[in-house]
C-alpha cells in the first residue's frame, strides 16, 4: 500500500511520524508523497487541513487518518501511544470509510474569461479588505437580504466546530449534505436589516454573493487567505466530492463534540 505521513512540524510530530515510517516500512508500505492511497496527518485538524489541500486533486483515490499530538480532535483521532496497534489495523483489519461532505467555491471575475474554482473542509470566508462589507445575498438564484457587517463564513459541516462555532452557528453531524452561511457582526437597525440567524442549506441549494459597492474581498478557504479584486459574484455550495476518512476505532462525532467543548 502506498502511504504517505505529514507532520504538524513540531519536535514532537516529527518524532511521531518518523517512529511511524519505521513501523510502515518493514511491512510492505510504500511512502509515496506523489500518489499515496492512504495519508497519514500527525499533529491536530490543522495538520488534516493542509494534508486535505495537498492531495484535493485526488479525492477519490485517497483515504485519509490522523494521529493527534495534542488534544483529540476532529479529524484527528488516533493517539500517538497507538503507533503499532495502527500499522497492525491498516495491515489486517477491514475498515469502514467515513465520507464528509465539502465545500464548493467558484469566484467569477468581472473579466468573464477568468474564474477560481477550489474546495474547503472546513469553512470558507468572505470580508471586505476595507469599510463595510456589503454584498447581496441570493439564495437559489433569489435575492433574499443584502448583507452589512464584517462578514460571512460558509462552513462545512465537519468545519462547524471550528470558526463557524466561534461565529454562534450550530453543530451540525458530518452525514448531512449540507452548508451553513453564518453572520460576522452584521449591522442591524431601523434602515439595515439581515435575517440575524445562522442558515442551513441542502446540497440542491447554492450561496451567491453579489458585490454592491467593493468588488475587493479578503477571502479565506480553511487555512489560505486571499486577496481578490474585481470580484463579480462568488457562489458557495456543497461540492460533488467528499473527503474519505478510515474508520477503525467508532468515535462517534457527538463524543467527540463533548470532549472538545465540554470536557
Ligand atoms: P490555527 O489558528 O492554527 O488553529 C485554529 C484552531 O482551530 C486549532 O485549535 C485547530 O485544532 C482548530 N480546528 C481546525 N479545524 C477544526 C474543526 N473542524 N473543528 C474544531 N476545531 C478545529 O489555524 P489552522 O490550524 O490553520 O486552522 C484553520 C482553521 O482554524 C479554520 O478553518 C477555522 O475553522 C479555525 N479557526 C477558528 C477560529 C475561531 O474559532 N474563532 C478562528 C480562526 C480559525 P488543532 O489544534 O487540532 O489543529
Known amino acids: 500500500m ?39 496527518a500527525v499533529g491536530g485538524d490543522g ?15 485517497t483515504v485519509f487518518l490522523g494521529i493527534h499530538t495534542g488534544h483529540l480532535g476532529f479529524y484527528a483521532d488516533w493517539s500517538p501511544d497507538q503507533l503499532k496497534e495502527l500499522v497492525h489495523a491498516l495491515r489486517f483489519v477491514p475498515y469502514q470509510i467515513g465520507k464528509y461532505p465539502l465545500l464548493e467555491v467558484t469566484i467569477w471575475f468581472q473579466n468573464d474569461q477568468k474564474e477560481i474554482v477550489d474546495l474547503a473542509l472546513n469553512e470558507g470566508t468572505v470580508r471586505s479588505e476595507e469599510g463595510t462589507f456589503v454584498m447581496d445575498v441570493e439564495l437559489r438564484g433569489q435575492l433574499f437580504e443584502t448583507f452589512r457587517g464584517d462578514g460571512l463564513c460558509i462552513s462545512t459541516p ?45 446540497s440542491s441549494h447554492t450561496v451567491v454573493l453579489r458585490p454592491v459597492s467593493s468588488q475587493r474581498f479578503v477571502m479565506t478557504l480553511d487555512q489560505f487567505r486571499h486577496i481578490y479584486d474585481e470580484v463579480r459574484y462568488i457562489q458557495y455550495r456543497v461540492a460533488k466530492q467528499h473527503v474519505r476518512f478510515a474508520r ?13 467543548f465540554i470536557h
Open 2 to 40: 502506498k502511504v504517505n505521513v505529514i507532520s504538524k512540524g513540531d519536535r514532537r510530530s516529527d518524532f511521531i511520524c518518523m517512529s511511524l515510517i519505521e513501523y510502515l516500512k518493514p511491512h510492505q508500505f510504500i511512502i509515496d508523497e506523489e500518489n499515496p492511497e492512504f495519508v497519514i
Open 47 to 61: 495538520t488534516m487541513l493542509h494534508a486535505f489541500h495537498k492531495y484535493k486533486h485526488r479525492l477519490s483515490d
Open 158 to 202: 465537519s468545519g462547524s466546530t471550528g470558526y463557524n462555532k466561534g461565529l454562534g452557528g450550530a453543530i451540525v453531524h458530518p452525514s448531512l449534505e449540507a452548508i451553513q452561511l453564518t453572520e460576522m457582526a452584521s449591522i442591524n437597525n431601523r434602515v439595515f436589516r439581515t435575517l440575524g440567524s445562522p442558515l442551513i442549506l441542502p
Open 248 to 260: 477503525f476505532q467508532a468515535t462517534p462525532f457527538w463524543n467527540r463534540v463533548r470532549n472538545a
